[in-house]
């Protein structure tokens, strides 16, 4: 009969994931962690392997929450246009929900996070949620023009992940800066991407 587990891994990872918005990725230490958690030292260890592993899965959980998020936000929008402003304004809703994971998101790179160690397992699930965000691009950018290419999700990136991106590292609490967001989301759609070169 396997020995029941005594630490909740969730809750370590809500830990690690405060620890990280407030302080960075880059002072997060396994020591730290299991003090703020009240585990030991060990159970970081056994449960994921290295704090880069640990790290790695509480960037992936956040990330992945928010796109789950984002495209049942895109899935309820009443047209093409509210769709994207939708898009663009998710960060802002997750925030309100999960304010820790949403900082962490906005200001710490994957890259930051994930060492060279990374297990194989992790680094298919980054790989995993980058196909699915480009995915939810290119859909938003057939919405629009009926095309997906380069050149269309190009635009439709500017909307869903510049532009928010520039506003809300200023406050992503403030309904200004929300209303500010989707008027320049509008602003940009009203004009259409390149055409595409012809062979």
Request: aromatic share 4%.
């Amino acid at each position: 009969m396997p020995r029941p587990r005594v630490h909740d891994l969730d809750t370590l990872l809500d830990v690690a994931e405060q620890l990280v918005a407030s302080s960075g990725a880059g002072n997060v230490t396994v020591r730290g962690l299991a003090a703020a958690a009240g585990v030991p030292n060990g159970t970081i260890y056994h449960a994921f392997g290295s704090l880069s592993a640990l790290l790695a899965r509480v960037w992936l959980r956040a990330a992945t929450a928010f796109l789950d998020l984002q495209t049942s936000r895109v899935d309820q929008a009443s047209s093409p246009v509210e769709a994207v402003v939708a898009a663009a304004g998710t960060p802002a809703v997750f925030a309100a929900r999960r304010p820790a994971a949403a900082r962490m998101l906005l200001t710490v790179s994957h890259d930051r996070l994930f060492g060279p160690d990374l297990p194989d397992e992790l680094a298919d699930a980054l790989h995993a949620l980058d196909k699915r965000l480009v995915a939810l691009l290119v859909r938003l950018a057939r919405m629009l023009w009926d095309r997906g290419d380069g050149l269309a999700v190009e635009v439709v990136t500017t909307c869903v992940v510049d532009l928010p991106t520039a506003l809300f590292r200023r406050d992503l609490t403030d309904p200004l800066v929300r209303e500010r967001l989707a008027a320049a989301v509008r602003a940009v759609l009203t004009v259409p991407p390149r055409e595409k070169d012809r062979p």
